[in-house]
């Protein structure tokens, strides 16, 4: 009996360490849920149910409970445990809120304005041009994009574009999913970020030796100093030498940063920095938001900054289905929360393809695609300035001048100049489950 006791007891004390062990986790748990569940209803207008099944059926986020939800707000918890709140604003998409959240305060969002024109794709929504390429095997092409498709348990894909020369050659949706359907990005949002210094830069308003550091009102940061040397172009190509730690499978400085965090333009200042160490590739999503924190104070009033990426960029090229979301302080979420239809991501890179000229209009200077498909030192030629690079052949069976847009599970704007091709797909899984360099073989075989 007393050796049962004891066992007893041994198990309770290990149930007792790991609770106490895992308990901080369910923070991160409960808030990923509440904030997918928000932003999936209340943007893509998919329903609760659905995204419980599909978006959030992934482990340890599959633990979370729907507690209540209407349409501007979402609370989750695990077990009945930790609580998480997101509310969602007009223009500003949801945010995932702490306890000193005020819900009553007046929010400031940016004024969008729409396109008139009649014009069909990239320049217009009326629809799009059917025009066929004799240069283009047909029967190629659409085996290559339903091969994306094909066993969905596995690959996930949810949605394909394919546009040659600015003209949608083929496209394809699951059931639930159509050209309106706004997509969540999640990296791919650290490119469009990327895009509007490239537009600051053009305009003549900044330039890639620029130091934040300098221009930051931080008293008391060990190594400050030294940080003022740091410069644009090394946030923008991930080598600015700060500390960071991209690991979604822990307590880390990126779950900490986008499911705590009220202000998450801060997170990066406060990693540590050592001016002796040689400044590597580090991948960040801090940087991101930090540059995105950076972006606002090149503008006088919140509400330019609010207005820029809209009127500057993003209702510029008639992407009127994208929304980037904003933290409880009001920055926006440049590392991981754009959201777009299929077809606007396609526009994205049609822009890029065209090297920043958009139907007559020069947005960034040509110069800007050679400054991020330039691979950055430590990147193993994989990465530029927040874009993706295949200049060392990672897909091995692809054009090496392809660069892209990547994001969480699987979200890729490709760009292929060498075959005038812009490449969207989204889903929920990414390599080894979705093949990428076979799927754009496949594709780039069609083109002759």
């Known amino acids: 009996m007393k050796l049962l006791k004891r066992i007893l007891l041994a198990l309770l004390l290990v149930i007792i360490i790991a609770a106490a062990f895992n308990y901080p986790k369910l923070n991160i748990i409960s808030g990923y849920a509440s904030k997918n569940l928000a932003s999936t209803n209340f943007i893509a207008d998919r329903l609760y149910s659905e995204i419980t099944e599909s978006d959030n059926n992934v482990p340890l986020i599959k633990l979370?409970?729907?507690?209540?939800?209407?349409?501007?707000?979402?609370?989750?918890?695990?077990?009945?445990?930790?609580?998480?709140?997101?509310?969602?604003?007009?223009?500003?998409?949801?945010?995932?809120?702490?306890?000193?959240?005020?819900?009553?305060?007046?929010?400031?969002?940016?004024?969008?304005?729409?396109?008139?024109?009649?014009?069909?794709?990239?320049?217009?929504?009326?629809?799009?041009?059917?025009?066929?390429?004799?240069?283009?095997?047909?029967?190629?092409?659409?085996?290559?994009v339903r091969g994306a498709f094909e066993n969905y348990e596995v690959q996930k894909t949810r949605t394909v574009l394919v546009a040659y020369k600015g003209h949608i050659v083929s496209e394809e949706y699951i059931e639930g999913f159509s050209k309106d359907t706004p997509i969540l990005g999640w990296s791919m949002t650290k490119s469009v970020l990327a895009t509007l210094y490239g537009i600051l830069e053009h305009q003549g308003k900044i330039d890639m030796d620029y130091r934040p550091f300098k221009e930051l009102e931080l008293t008391g940061l060990v190594g400050k100093d030294a940080r003022e040397s740091i410069r644009l172009d090394e946030f923008m190509r991930m080598s600015s030498g700060l500390a960071w730690d991209e690991d979604y499978a822990s307590i880390s400085d990126v779950t900490k940063m986008l499911f705590l965090e009220a202000d998450m333009t801060k997170s990066q200042i406060n990693t540590d920095y050592n001016a002796n160490d040689p400044k590597v590739w580090n991948y960040s999503s801090?940087?991101?938001?930090?540059?995105?924190?950076?972006?606002?104070?090149?503008?006088?009033?919140?509400?330019?900054?609010?207005?820029?990426?809209?009127?500057?960029?993003?209702?510029?090229?008639?992407?009127?289905?994208?929304?980037?979301?904003?933290?409880?302080?009001?920055?926006?979420?440049?590392?991981?929360?754009?959201?777009?239809?299929?077809?606007?991501?396609?526009?994205?890179?049609?822009?890029?393809?065209?090297?920043?000229?958009?139907?007559?209009?020069?947005?960034?200077?040509?110069?800007?695609?050679?400054?991020?498909?330039?691979?950055?030192?430590?990147?193993?030629?994989?990465?530029?300035?927040?874009?993706?690079?295949?200049?060392?052949?990672?897909?091995?069976?692809?054009?090496?001048?392809?660069?892209?847009?990547?994001?969480?599970?699987?979200?890729?704007?490709?760009?292929?100049?060498?075959?005038?091709?812009?490449?969207?797909?989204?889903?929920?899984?990414?390599?080894?489950?979705?093949?990428?360099?076979?799927?754009?073989?496949?594709?780039?075989?069609?083109?002759?």
Request: charged content about 20%.
């Open 64 to 144: 979370a409970e729907l507690e209540t939800a209407n349409e501007k707000s979402v609370v989750t918890s695990v077990f009945g445990l930790m609580d998480r709140e997101t509310i969602c604003r007009d223009g500003l998409g949801c945010v995932l809120i702490n306890d000193d959240y005020d819900k009553t305060q007046k929010l400031l969002k940016p004024n969008r304005t729409r396109q008139t024109n009649h014009l069909p794709f990239p320049y217009g929504n009326n629809g799009k041009t059917d025009t066929i390429f004799e240069n283009i095997d047909y029967e190629k092409l659409n085996a290559a």
């Open 286 to 448: 801090g940087t991101s938001n930090f540059l995105s924190g950076v972006l606002r104070k090149q503008f006088k009033t919140h509400q330019e900054y609010l207005d820029f990426p809209y009127s500057a960029l993003i209702d510029k090229i008639g992407m009127h289905s994208m929304l980037i979301e904003t933290d409880m302080t009001g920055n926006f979420v440049g590392s991981s929360y754009g959201w777009a239809s299929t077809r606007d991501w396609a526009k994205f890179g049609i822009l890029h393809l065209n090297k920043g000229n958009w139907n007559g209009e020069q947005l960034f200077n040509p110069a800007w695609i050679d400054y991020i498909t330039e691979p950055t030192d430590g990147s193993n030629g994989v990465y530029g300035a927040h874009w993706w690079l295949n200049s060392e052949g990672k897909y091995a069976n692809v054009p090496r001048d392809l660069y892209s847009a990547n994001g969480f599970q699987g979200q890729f704007v490709f760009v292929i100049p060498s075959k005038d091709l812009v490449i969207v797909r989204t889903g929920l899984a990414e390599a080894p489950d979705f093949d990428v360099n076979s799927f754009l073989s496949g594709v780039v075989a069609a083109i002759e």
